[in-house]
């Protein structure tokens, strides 16, 4: 008996448009936006696809709750600000952040500072700026009141809650168990009555469990948990909540086998929740921050065909980019067994004559791949390599230093 082996395949890429055999964005190719880059290799980031996320989000998760852009996932100014316009707040991550965000139509109080072992310098910046500050430890806030005072300011805290429970199936787990973000859930009420007491402002609640999820009943495991604690903690304090940052951690398909999250049961049962929990919340501003979810769909990362060789049996593509560029494409920002990102050929869409070959990049390490034998049309040399869901963690997660080649252009069009 002859067992068929099924072939396991990328999602369908379904934001970039073909003409011919060409990959276009707004019906350049990417030949001609090779030419406004001024080179190869480099990322350019299609806005309609951003639009596209944002207006798929608001079509199923309820008006109750807004959304914010988590900016580390690509901090492109001119993405930024874009996105900025359609969306209700920013979240950054440094002091770096902070002048790309402020640069935007965003109100200071719609900006939230997270991230752990946050500096004197940035606890500074943020209060002088009248941003949200995220409270990750005792330090922080010990620091954070002392600055307020010394500024003459009431700093604007929220605290960041290191849930006593996991966000299932994640891509990257932050919360439940020890953990370096967030206060323990056991002694936030009290942090929140030292707050409340304090020249400071309590704003709210930052619950953040996980990222890179594509599992709908994980995403909603962490909701129902997440209102949960939330109305234990408000109880416990005796403070209600102005704010309460949700977390995000909606994901977008990256290898074979997976496929577009449904974002359609989350936001029934958000609206459940939302239903359940109204007296708690009536007047608490509800948010989800999302970075990749809104972003890494509408990036491609384009190089050329330098060289391709036969080395016993197996063809190497190699090209002018790689992970000093895209280290998330090469498997080693984060995945245990390197995987395939959707790669194509963009001057050879639809071509039938196809070829297994490794596509690599031009660093002295065997890490330094941008597709591991992979069935793709027949390529030359000077032949264009597209990577697909490239628009988040790319250019600013790589090590551009590395072996000192060329930096890579970014191009938002
Ligand atoms: C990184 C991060 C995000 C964004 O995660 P994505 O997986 O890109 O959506 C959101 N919130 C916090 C606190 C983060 O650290």
Redesign the pocket.
């Known amino acids: 008996m002859t067992q068929e082996k099924k072939k396991i395949d990328h999602a369908p890429m379904v934001y970039f448009n073909v003409q011919g055999s060409d990959l276009v964005i707004d019906n350049r190719t990417m030949s001609q936006i090779a030419c406004i880059a001024g080179q190869t290799p480099f990322y350019v980031y299609d806005r309609r696809v951003i639009l596209d996320k944002i207006r798929l989000f608001r079509a199923h998760i309820p008006k109750r709750i807004h959304l914010h852009y988590?900016m580390?996932?690509n901090p492109h100014p001119a993405l930024v600000s874009f996105v900025a316009e359609h969306v209700e707040g920013l979240?950054i991550?440094s002091q770096g952040e902070l002048p790309v965000a402020l640069a935007t139509k965003t109100h200071p109080e719609d900006i939230s500072f997270?991230?752990p072992g946050k500096t004197e310098r940035e606890i500074k910046a943020a209060i002088a700026a009248g941003i949200i500050l995220?409270i990750e430890s005792l330090t922080e806030l010990d620091r954070a009141l002392r600055i307020g005072t010394e500024l003459g300011l009431s700093p604007q805290l929220a605290v960041?809650v290191n849930p006593d429970f996991e966000l299932k199936s994640s891509?990257?787990k932050?919360g439940g168990g020890p953990k370096q973000?967030g206060i323990d859930a056991e002694i936030v009420p009290q942090v929140i009555k030292q707050i409340a007491a304090s020249n400071a402002t309590f704003v709210g609640l930052?619950i953040?469990s996980?990222?890179?999820n594509l599992k709908p009943e994980a995403i909603i495991d962490a909701h129902n948990k997440t209102f949960a604690l939330a109305e234990r903690l408000v109880k416990e304090s005796g403070c209600s909540l102005q704010k309460l940052n949700i977390?995000?951690?909606?994901?977008i398909p990256y290898f074979p086998g997976e496929s577009h999250l449904d974002l359609q049961p989350i936001g029934e049962n958000l609206e459940r929740l939302i239903q359940q929990y109204d007296a708690v919340f009536s007047k608490t501003e509800l948010i989800i921050?999302?970075?990749?979810?809104?972003?890494?769909e509408c990036g491609l990362y384009v190089s050329s065909i330098v060289d391709k060789k036969v080395s016993r049996d197996h063809t190497f593509l190699i090209t002018d980019g790689g992970l000093h560029h895209h280290l998330s494409n090469s498997g080693n920002f984060g995945q245990v067994i390197r995987k395939n990102y959707p790669v194509v050929i963009a001057n050879r869409m639809g071509a039938t004559t196809t070829e297994n070959v490794s596509v690599v990049g031009p660093l002295c390490t065997p890490l330094d791949i941008l597709a591991d034998k992979m069935t793709l049309p027949v390529a030359e040399i000077g032949d264009l390599i597209a990577v697909y869901q490239s628009g988040?963690?790319g250019k600013s997660a790589s090590p551009a230093r590395f072996l000192s080649h060329p930096d890579v252009v970014e191009l938002f069009l």
């Open positions: 988590a580390k996932a979240d991550a997270a991230g995220n960041r891509g990257m932050m973000f930052h953040f996980g990222s890179q977390g995000g951690g909606f994901g921050e999302l970075g990749r979810y809104l972003v890494g988040a963690y």
